[in-house]
């Protein structure tokens, strides 16, 4: 593109976009009169349960969709189909391409524009749930905690004693730490912005990891790859989804809005409910969080924190 041939009128226009923020809180949900249980049923994944992705295929439909190619990439998209669970994947923008704009490069951010105004709108958003998932000590101070260290803190209240494990790295990074830090995050993010926002940000999340996953043609060694294979995306995808359903029944549940002041007490039983969808798991037996826990009292501060937090893409 010959950004010099932009003409002055259209230019301003640009940067006043790139200037805005907004955001829809409003999304229609149902009451909780309207229908009291909204939690998922279904269980959430361990992609350490399975050996391949023809195994997971056993378990999850995978469907892809082909629409063409657009600078040498495959455009489409994957659908999931997992125990009543409905969710898919399209081509897009990575979470790359938020991170050059972030760095303060006006022709990405021109880019990114054009390829995604979600993005280029909802900046402000989207980089206060940047914060979130990551510890921050230069911002928040040294000892910082993120949706992380909740993920964390159910494996380290899990009773070993009687909890099912069907091999070892179950108890890994890519075994249960990594289902309940997807479902954590994902609940959180649509519980405290919408779940609109949630999806957007595991979607460029999935696509900077892998964006052979919306057509499925893999090269033999993301197929045999230890650390990052497709079925450890696709149950990320599946738990995503899982995350951002309770995610929603806890909004209804609690009544939480953009303006809901977050303390020990409401994180406290927030968590605990998550804890009984992990249970589905196998037959895992949870220490439940107290509201004492100073893990809870910081990221309840945090969370409080970045509600007012104004700045954009300024952190790296």
């Not at 309207?34 to 056993?58: G, H, N, V």
């Not at 260290?149 to 730490?177: H, P, W």
């Not at 007490?265 to 927030?270: F, N, Q, R, S, W």
Request: net charge negative; charged share 25%; hydrophobic share 40%.
């Amino acid at each position: 593109m010959n950004y010099t041939a932009i003409g002055a009128p259209l230019f301003f226009v640009i940067l006043l976009l790139i200037t805005r923020s907004c955001f829809n809180q409003g999304e229609d949900l149902p009451t909780a009169d309207q229908k009291i249980d909204l939690m998922p049923t279904c269980k959430p994944l361990l992609a350490s349960r399975f050996k391949d992705l023809d195994d997971l295929k056993k378990v999850v439909d995978i469907d892809y969709e082909v629409y063409g190619e657009k600078d040498g990439e495959i455009e489409g998209l994957v659908r999931l189909s997992y125990d009543g669970i409905e969710t898919e994947l399209q081509s897009g923008i990575s979470q790359d391409d938020i991170i050059k704009v972030r760095d303060g490069k006006i022709m990405d951010a021109v880019d990114l524009m054009i390829e995604s105004p979600y993005a280029i709108r909802n900046r402000v958003y989207l980089n206060k749930i940047y914060k979130l998932a990551r510890r921050r000590p230069l911002i928040f101070g040294e000892g910082d905690v993120a949706f992380y260290d909740l993920a964390l803190a159910c494996v380290s209240n899990m009773n070993f004693d009687y909890t099912y494990i069907q091999t070892a790295r179950d108890t890994s990074e890519k075994g249960f730490i990594n289902t309940y830090n997807h479902i954590i995050a994902q609940a959180l993010i649509t519980t405290a912005f919408s779940k609109e926002m949630a999806d957007f940000v595991a979607d460029v999340h999935e696509l900077k990891n892998m964006p052979e996953l919306i057509h499925g043609n893999f090269s033999v060694e993301q197929l045999v790859d230890s650390n990052n294979n497709p079925v450890d995306n696709y149950v990320d995808i599946v738990n995503n989804e899982i995350g951002q359903e309770i995610g929603i029944a806890l909004k209804v549940k609690y009544g939480i809005s953009s303006d809901t002041e977050w303390d020990n007490v409401l994180l406290t039983a927030y968590m605990n409910e998550i804890w009984q969808v992990f249970c589905k798991i196998s037959d895992v037996v949870p220490k439940p969080f107290v509201i004492q826990d100073p893990l809870l009292n910081k990221i309840a501060k945090k969370i409080n924190r970045v509600r007012y937090d104004l700045t954009y893409f300024s952190v790296k």
